[in-house]
């Protein structure tokens, strides 16, 4: 047999999954959850429960409580209590917790998992793969947007009181969606998570709580439609957030209206998949795997819709059964299993009737010849054809893994085709015609368009929908204006009439420092950093550093021309830092925060030796943690723009990192202006050639230790110590250098401006003017990040 025919033949073997983790955890808390209110658990005020089961053997999980009126109006009270202490903290502390609820997350994420596996039905490669990850990013990333909250929403202040309603589809990921920017921007959240899938919601509680979440910022009712309804009715809750089917939603908008709730909805879907005649087949039918049989097609934003040009649709058609005989249903724990278990069997017979009522109004049904499971919710994957616009499979969403097909002729049909449902959640065009996508894309009335892709969600993008599948949209910054109202309009329940938020120091986990002992003598000479290893300089000559009283606290090499050229070689060679993803600059970036709070103490204890002042070395350490989170948050929200040229184009105004840039740090503040000046360069996709303070370089020599333990690459950050004129006029001169900051003298400016003329590169000088580097206005934001990115614009015209 040849190796062809193997691959032709070869049946996976079974991969199972254990669900070992996600049993403990229930036996442990004796299968039985009441809510979560307050930061404690209690039992259902009307004594009544429900329970929940496995949908791939219909098996019981665990015994949950049904949340009364009684139980709502605890939570709203909790959330309403919490809020002023919850919106007094400043957007730095709120950073704090999202950051440690994302840790938390990353630490439990396979328990996380296979809960969410064996609680919805969904195969385990996809929770693990796909929605645990997505629910750390979001945290993660909503962690920046609470850092930059001030900054970015001048005059905003959160909603207040925030009840949140979670569909049964993606359980812990649709909490992910809202609960993250709630709390970012302020809020405090009542959430009701499905009947059907409540468990990974009550971990998430667990894990706040362990993450130090003041009690009743976040509070968990569970119960089924009575409990939602509740929420929705409660007088004292400032906004209702929810995802589910568009008739509940047209319920909860009647219910509000009136209220001066806030309200955001996101509702049902038909999106159509628009495939054109010069389509890439083999790429078309993965997207459809990944559109329509993806979460057993339980998604709102499924591709459910096939429109093939005539040309390709028979061929299509083929290939797309060819395609469905090589899936697999069944174990959901079973990491080669494609398809898992409808939810309940309440949604499997939906799911029946709907198909069948699609074969008596004429539509060609085809499924896989194989069966699926017995035991447990299953359904295989289902093609329509011979489907009329106007046929219920065409425009009822099914929300199970049934597709229709339909064809169309013209670009033109094709977008009326699209547009014929009263939906408008997402879509997407297969072409290989830009001209052609970019076109059509536009016309198409629905939320997100992706273009050669399908099902494509992250933090940074905001997604929502048109008509029917509701308004307002979650993720993204377009997200965050959901939760935030102006300060002004903010008066009664519970917050004060136009309330000033107090800003607070947050707290580090430790009580505050009343000074330390002082640095024992320091018996070693701190070396240069190049490439991501300690290097002694070139010159073999070092140069004392000395505190208060001109004593002697320690020696850091002396830099020259050679140890110029090294680090700028070493810089060169990390590139690639620009080109990763602007999400793991961020994450990087944490990890520093993180490894220098741990070490506070030690760096507060350094600095006082160097200045003198201990109390001000207190407030630089915490200056600089704070910096680092600023910096974080921008790494993967500092965008670009799409530029309204008077043309038929899009026109795309990118945001690039400049490459290698030389920076001469300020003297005045050793640890804080290190990080302040090098940090924004290295957010951005930069790499650096850093010249420390040439008064008190020790505190950036002990940083390169933070460094090393967070994952920065070697050649990202290179530090050269020594006399900062001799050495900036080293780097302003060399040509593989791309931009020069210069924190220093008038004199040493001038220097700089002028040397840079060799290779034009960029420069960015203070002209001797000191700035406030503890005043985020000065030393911190926009500027940083103007002038560590350069700007490219791309033109893509449009239109046949």
């Given at each position: ?133 997505l629910v750390a990013r979001h945290f993660y990333h909503h962690a920046g947007w609470a850092q930059l909250m001030d900054a970015e929403f001048p ?646």
């Amino acid at each position: 047999m040849s190796i062809a025919e193997i691959f032709e033949t070869m049946e996976y073997g079974p991969a199972p999954e254990s669900a070992s983790p996600a049993v403990a955890w229930l036996e442990e808390r004796v299968r039985t959850f009441g809510h979560f209110i307050a930061g404690e658990w209690r039992d259902p005020r009307g004594g009544e429960w429900f329970e929940t089961s496995n949908p791939a053997d219909n098996r019981p999980l665990a015994r949950l409580a049904q949340g009364s009126v009684e139980d709502v109006d605890d939570a709203v009270r909790a959330a309403r209590e919490a809020l002023p202490a919850w919106q007094a903290l400043d957007g730095h502390a709120r950073a704090r917790y999202l950051y440690a609820i994302a840790r938390h997350i990353q630490r439990h994420s396979r328990l996380f998992a296979v809960l969410e596996t064996v609680d919805n039905g969904k195969p385990i490669r996809e929770s693990r793969d796909i929605d645990i990850p997505l629910v750390a990013r979001h945290f993660y990333h909503h962690a920046g947007w609470a850092q930059l909250m001030d900054a970015e929403f001048p005059g905003a202040t959160g909603v207040g009181v925030v009840g949140q309603i979670i569909p049964w589809n993606f359980p812990l990921l649709m909490l992910a969606w809202k609960v993250a920017p709630a709390l970012a921007m302020g809020n405090t959240v009542v959430l009701k998570p499905a009947e059907f899938t409540s468990l990974t919601a009550l971990l998430f509680a667990e894990v706040c709580r362990d993450a130090g979440l003041p009690p009743g910022v976040l509070n968990v009712v569970t119960g089924d439609g009575r409990t939602g309804a509740a929420l929705v009715a409660h007088d004292d809750v400032d906004k209702i957030a929810f995802t589910g089917s568009t008739d509940v939603g047209r319920i909860i908008r009647v219910a509000t209206a009136g209220t001066g709730k806030k309200l955001s909805l996101e509702l049902g879907g038909k999106s159509p998949f628009l495939v054109f005649d010069d389509a890439d087949l083999d790429s078309v039918v993965e997207g459809v795997v990944d559109a329509i049989w993806f979460n057993q097609g339980q998604v709102c934003c499924a591709g459910s819709r096939i429109l093939a040009q005539e040309g390709i649709a028979e061929k299509l058609t083929a290939r797309l059964r060819e395609r469905m005989e090589t899936l697999r249903v069944g174990n959901p724990l079973d990491k080669s299993v494609d398809i898992g278990a409808i939810v309940a069997p309440v949604q499997l017979d939906r799911i029946r009737e709907l198909v069948e009522q699609g074969r008596q109004e004429g539509a060609s049904l085809w499924q896989p010849s194989w069966s699926c499971p017995t035991e447990g919710c299953f359904f295989p994957p289902t093609l329509f054809t011979d489907v009329q616009p106007s046929s219920t499979v065409a425009q009822v969403e099914i929300f199970g893994p049934v597709v229709v097909l339909m064809t169309f002729r013209t670009p033109a049909e094709a977008v009326e085709l699209a547009n014929n449902t009263p939906y408008g959640l997402a879509s997407s065009v297969w072409t290989e015609n830009i001209n052609l996508a970019l076109d059509v894309a536009p016309r198409i009335k629905a939320g997100t368009v992706w273009i050669n892709s399908t099902n494509l969600f992250d933090a940074a993008a905001g997604f929502g929908g048109y008509r029917e599948s509701g308004f307002g949209r979650e993720g993204g910054r377009e997200g965050l204006w959901e939760y935030i109202k102006p300060r002004w309009e903010v008066a009664g329940k519970g917050n004060g009439a136009r309330r000033e938020v107090v800003k607070t120091k947050p707290s580090r986990g430790e009580k505050a420092r009343n000074g330390g002992p002082s640095l024992p003598p320091i018996d070693r000479t701190a070396k240069l950093y190049i490439g991501g290893k300690q290097a002694r300089p070139d010159s073999g000559y070092s140069m004392p550093v000395y505190g208060p009283g001109d004593r002697l606290v320690g020696d850091v090499g002396l830099g020259n021309r050679k140890d110029v050229r090294n680090a700028v070689e070493a810089a060169h060679k990390a590139r690639g830092w620009g080109a990763g993803t602007a999400h793991n600059r961020a994450q990087v970036l944490y990890y520093m925060a993180e490894n220098l709070g741990a070490r506070a103490d030690e760096f507060a204890r350094r600095i006082a030796a160097l200045t003198g002042d201990e109390a001000g070395a207190e407030r630089e350490v915490e200056a600089s943690i704070r910096r680092l989170y600023t910096y974080a948050a921008w790494a993967d929200k500092y965008d670009g723009l799409v530029h309204a040229t008077p043309l038929r184009n899009v026109t795309i105004a990118m945001n690039e990192p400049v490459g290698v840039i030389g920076v001469a740090c300020p003297d005045a503040f050793p640890l804080l202006g290190f990080i302040s000046t090098v940090m924004p360069a290295v957010a951005t996709g930069n790499s650096v050639v850093a010249i420390p303070s040439e008064r008190w370089p020790l505190a950036a020599t002990d940083f390169y230790q933070v460094l090393d333990t967070s994952d920065l690459p070697g050649g990202v950050v290179n530090i050269v110590t020594g006399k900062r004129d001799e050495l900036s006029e080293t780097l302003a001169s060399h040509d593989d250098v791309e931009a020069m900051w210069y924190f220093g003298t008038a004199e040493g400016s001038a220097m700089v401006e002028r040397l840079s003329a060799g290779n034009m590169k960029r420069t960015w000088v203070g002209y001797g003017r000191d700035r406030d580097w503890l005043d985020a206005e000065q030393g911190e934001g926009r500027e940083f990040l103007r002038q560590a990115t350069q700007v490219k614009n791309v033109w893509v015209p449009y239109g046949e």
